[in-house]
């Protein structure tokens, strides 16, 4: 299955529940505007090389389009599609006002310099000016675009339509951005693993045991927020090395390793293990903070946790879905999981249009807050409806996104 199928499969799960038709359903799985630009650069050397991006504008019935860009050699025209239909649905799960987007522009940017990534993303902004701003579609970093990206974006929007600084979210923090943006989607997971271990009568953090794979901006800040709260954290990867400890890993120490950017990842920290083995290894939740698809038919009946928290996006393939099913595993879904990111993204995007700032007390309250609801809702959807919590996460955001359809009106 390609990525724009693996979503509209899951998609058709909540469709046969959710019983709207099949034009309604049509409606919701066509994305409303997809362009493609070429980007014409001019490199260091002084030669001119082309790039093409894509930007895919899934839904807006809720609000302005929203969903980041991603700079990426491998990246298709399918796969932005996948991502921003799930921005659609991760929007309306965490209740907030935006539709769902996604963009890409084709490229190695480690093989880029700073010059030549500022002159790529404002050829970007000039190609797409038109169709995005504060109120229409609002980009932010994702993988291979950073906060340095965003600062160039909103510069180049602004010498074109003015001020504007809620033209994209993960900004520096002194061109707007929020303080705890950083923290957002690991800090999210925590809240989201946090709730669903309650709802499920499970109890708390404190005592459980945690792999973590990947240990990014996600997966890093997962771990430490999981193991301040009393969590054991037994295994920890990426993508070269990982490690296992069954007494429990220091995360505060191999953070530090990770913010010196050291190779030596983990070292000393206990037993290396591979990402294969992390996967299986015997603990209570599972968080896959890194890549899409890791967990596969192949390798799911091996997995040993009771909880998988999907940290990352598409974690978990459609069949490997239905073998953990099957063997009671539950799994808290992506678009409820790592949609602490997207939710202080909306948070930047309200702190510039009231030229406030928020502390980052109140930004973590806020956030606890629309995590703990989206749970709450997802799980009784899922008792009353009588369905996994994914299909109960896309039931209710279909439920939200087609009542702002049919409100609008349809013509
Ligand atoms: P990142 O680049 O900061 O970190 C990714 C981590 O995964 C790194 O530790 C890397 O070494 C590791 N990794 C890469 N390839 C691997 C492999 N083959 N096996 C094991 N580990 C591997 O990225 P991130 O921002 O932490 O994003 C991680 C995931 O979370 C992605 O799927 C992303 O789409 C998703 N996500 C991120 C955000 C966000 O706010 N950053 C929001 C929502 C979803």
């Known amino acids: 299955m390609t ?56 839904d807006n019935a809720r609000g302005p389009f929203k969903g980041g860009i991603r700079f990426h050699h491998e990246v298709n025209l399918d796969e932005v599609r996948s991502l921003a239909s799930l921005m659609t649905w991760k929007t309306a799960v965490v209740d907030i006002p935006f539709g769902g987007a996604k963009g890409a522009v084709l490229c190695k940017p480690a093989e880029l310099s700073a010059n030549e990534k500022q002159r790529l993303t404002r050829a970007l902004v000039r190609a797409l000016h038109e169709v995005i701003g504060p109120d229409k579609d609002i980009p932010a970093p994702d993988v291979g675009t950073s906060a340095s990206e965003m600062g160039w ?7 074109l339509h003015g001020f504007a600084p809620g033209v994209v979210t993960g900004k520096p923090l002194a061109l707007g951005g929020s303080l705890g943006r950083d923290a957002a989607t690991g800090r999210g997971t925590l809240f989201a693993i946090r709730e669903i271990l309650r709802l499920a009568g499970a109890g708390e953090i404190a005592g459980k045991t945690f792999a973590v794979q990947g240990f990014g901006n996600v997966g890093a800040w997962a771990a430490r927020l999981i193991a301040a709260e009393g969590g054991r954290i037994v295994a920890v990867s990426n993508s070269r090395t990982g490690v296992y400890n069954q007494n429990g890993i220091d995360a505060e120490s191999l953070w530090l390793t990770y913010q010196k950017g050291e190779k030596s990842f983990a070292a000393g920290a206990g037993e290396p293990i591979t990402n294969a083995e992390l996967l299986a290894v015997d603990c209570d939740v599972l968080v896959p903070a890194a890549l899409g698809g890791v967990l596969t038919a192949e390798n799911a009946g091996r997995v040993r946790a009771k909880y998988i928290a999907e940290a990352a996006n598409h974690p978990v393939t459609p069949e490997a879905d239905e073998i953990l099913r099957k063997r009671g595993v539950l799994l808290i879904p992506d678009i409820l999981c790592n949609a602490g990111g997207v939710t202080v993204s909306y948070f930047e995007w309200v702190q510039n249009a009231q030229r406030a700032t928020w502390t980052e007390l109140k930004v973590n309250a806020e956030l606890e807050l629309k995590m703990a609801e989206a749970c709450r809702s997802v799980w009784s959807l899922s008792q009353e409806a009588k369905v996994d919590l994914r299909t109960s996460a896309f039931l209710l955001a279909i439920q939200r996104v087609v009542a702002a359809t049919r409100l609008r009106g349809f013509h």
């Open 3 to 58: 990525p724009f199928e693996q979503t509209n499969f899951y998609l058709a799960k909540a469709f046969a529940v959710a019983n709207l038709g099949a034009d309604v359903e049509r409606m919701l799985l066509t994305p409303r505007r997809e362009l493609q630009v070429k980007l014409v650069v001019q490199l260091d050397s002084g030669a001119f090389k082309t790039f093409t991006g894509f930007r895919v504008q899934h």
């Open 153 to 159: 974006f909103v510069d180049e929007f602004e010498l």
